[in-house]
Structures are given as structure tokens and as C-alpha cells.
């Protein structure tokens, strides 16, 4: 393979002056961070990074950049002296890399040195013209090719490449500040939570877990989760707040009529998280709601259970389908995780006719039939934090977690 570097672009045109600084430091700084361990260099420039690969195969390369948000697209390039020759017989190279069946081509040339000796134009003739004639699969199609060859001129360079991939785009996780990301065991929360990524925002997660009324599993499945996101985070690390829910769990059962049980777990979540929010400099939450699949996420509900808080809930997969969910869901290497059948507090106790519409005057007059005000501080208080890695190898004893027999009879408990 020719290839002895990679153009990356990130051209958001939105981004000026102070701001476009801040998201080139990130991005560079990702990039450097996905770059770990490989004999890569990367050259930044006022509008694109290079990655000179150094031998490094580009496979290897191309597989860490889909983990960095920020990057438009990227092409991959063959870097040369801009001497006309060299790059005709560069250009050739590359095109007998490329069509080994008959194909349809053209070159476009960009030239930032207005002193280079010929025009863009005479430069495309020139270099086209040579490689027909040395290369007989090759015919020339200038408004339908099936290959355009680029050729920029850059100093005393040029750069040669035929193809742009597009990438993660987005901007540079973490140049957004900080969200915490609601993290069930589900399919849709991580994916929530990659999309935010994308948007800069840098995760934490806080995950409810209510063993042993759930299983042990289910906080597994989280621990799993979390590690496939972290390949996309800064430092490949997410912390993770695991908040022990079984007491509030059970008082729900004990005093909320069984309509309501859903919105008022719900309440009581997003009560958590914001102060978790608030003592981790999150500024906004995130979860993998969406409108109507549910009871608990028609509008009228989301209304009822967001007026607990005066955080931001940013919900990405709002305008979602389900098949685009599923499908990033796979590109994250989370699906087979998510779909492992395990428990989690929302799918353990689902009563048969949840209201659709549930109201905030009736919410709180259910509220006070028990004194959550204490079992919200100590779940908080009680919350286990730990940080992630997207190599780590955990044992869930470190959250104070054990295997105990699951119970499954919540109303003989
Ligand atoms: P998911 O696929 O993410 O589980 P869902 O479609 O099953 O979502 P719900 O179970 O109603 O929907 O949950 C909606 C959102 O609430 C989840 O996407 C997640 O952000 C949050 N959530 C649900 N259960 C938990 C939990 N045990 N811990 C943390 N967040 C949770
Ligand atoms: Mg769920």
C-alpha cells in the first residue's frame, strides 16, 4: 500500500475564533489519546491534521479514528515532492493500486502555491494524460467517474488521494462539558450516551441497581456497557456512579399505588440524579428516553416526571427508530451486551395498567405518604463511584456488590 499518511478534516463552519482554538486543542489531544501506543505523528494545521503513519498500517490507524468525535471525514493520501514528475509517477502508482479492472477516472487539482510553474488546469492535463498513457484499464469520464484522483499542492508538497470516508463528526467529546448519562442495561441508554459523546459532551454514568431484587448480572451488563462506551471518551475512562435502589424500591411497592409506581420511581431517579449532577459538575442529564414507546415516556408523563427538576434531560434518541438505535447500538459493540436477558429495576416490576397520564398534584400527594426525602439523601450518600476503563477487568465486589439469591416474589419479599 502507497499510503504514507492520513488527511483528517473537521471543518464545522459554526466554530470562530476563540472557540474553533478550544475544539482544535481537544481534538488533537483525542486524537493523540486514541493514538496510544501506535509510531504515528500527527501535524496539525489551521484547517486539517495530518497522521503521518510511519508504517504504521492503516487499517490500525482507520479502526482507532472511528472512536474520535470531532472528525468529519478523512481521506487516505500519498505525500509527495510537488516536482511535476514525481507526482505523475506517484499518480500512476496509485492508480495501478486502485483499477485493476477497466475504470473510469479524472484528476482535480488544488494549488495553494500560486507560484508553482503551472495552473491547476495545465497540472490536471498534464498528470492525467500520463497516466493513460501509461495504464490501459483507464479511461477518462470527467462529469461521472468512478475515481476521482485529488491532487493538492501545499508548499513543496503534494498530496495525493482518491477517496473521503466519513467519520464519527460531531465535536470533540468534552469540549461541551460534562453530562450524566442515565445508564440502564438496556439497548437505548448507551446509545444515548455515544450521541452525546458526538455532541462534545464528556459522560459520567449513574446506573440505579436494586439488588437482589435484580440480579447481579444486570450491574454486570452496566460494568460491560460502560466499557465499550469509554472507548470513546477522553482518556478511554468513564466514572460510574452506581446508586443502590433496592430501600427506595421497596417503599414504592409498599406505599405508591401500583399505577403510579413507575412515574414515581422515575421522580425519585431523576431527583438523584440531579444532585449527583450537581456534586459532579454535570450540567445537564442524559437519558435514552424517547417519545411514546412506553407508559412512563408519553408527554404528559415526561412532563410529570421532569417537573422534579430544574436540570436539562437531553434526550438524543428522542426523533430516533428503533432500527437506526439498533444499528448504532451494533456499530458501539453494545447490542449482544444490551439484549443479554437480565433485570433491571424497570423491567423487574411492571404493573399491569401504568397511567399514560399521571398527574403532578396526584404525585405529590403519593409522595407524602412516606418519607423519601431521607431514602433520596442515602441512596446518594450510599453511592458507589468508581472509574471505568475500556480495558478494565472488574470484579464487582469493588462496588459492594455480592452475589445473593435474586428475589423474584417482589409482593411476598
Ligand atoms: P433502555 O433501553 O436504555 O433501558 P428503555 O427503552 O428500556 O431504555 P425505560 O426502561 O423506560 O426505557 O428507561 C428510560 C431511560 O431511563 C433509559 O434509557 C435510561 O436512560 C433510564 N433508566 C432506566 N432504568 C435505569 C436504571 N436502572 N439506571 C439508570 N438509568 C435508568
Ligand atoms: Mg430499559
Redo the contacts with the bound molecule.
Sequence with gaps: MLYNQILVRFGDLTLKGKNQKEFLKRLYTLMAEKMEGLAVDIVNTYDRIYIHLNDTPVEVVEQRLQYVSGISSYSLVVECDNDLNVVKTTALELMKDIATKDITFKVETKRANKNYPLTSLEITKQVAGFVLANHSMLHVDVHNPFVTLHLEFKGNRCYLYNTEVRAMGGYPVGVAGKGL??????????V?GYLAMKQGIEIEC?????TPLTSIESAQKVIDLVKKMAKYAPHNKINVHMVP?KELHMALLDFIPESYNITIM?RM?YRIASRLAEQKGCLCI?????VG??A??TLKSMATINAVTNTPILRPLCTYDKVDIISLSKKMDCFDI?IKPFE????VYVPKAPATAPRIDKCEIFEKSFDYERLVTEAVEKTNSITISADSDLDLSLLGLEVREVIHDLKNK
Design positions: 448519562l442515565m445508564l440502564s442495561g438496556g439497548i437505548d441508554s448507551p444515548a449513574i446506573h440505579f441497581e436494586s435502589f422515575r431517579m442524559v437519558n435514552g428516553e424517547s414507546q412506553v412512563s415516556q444490551s433491571d429495576c424497570c423491567t
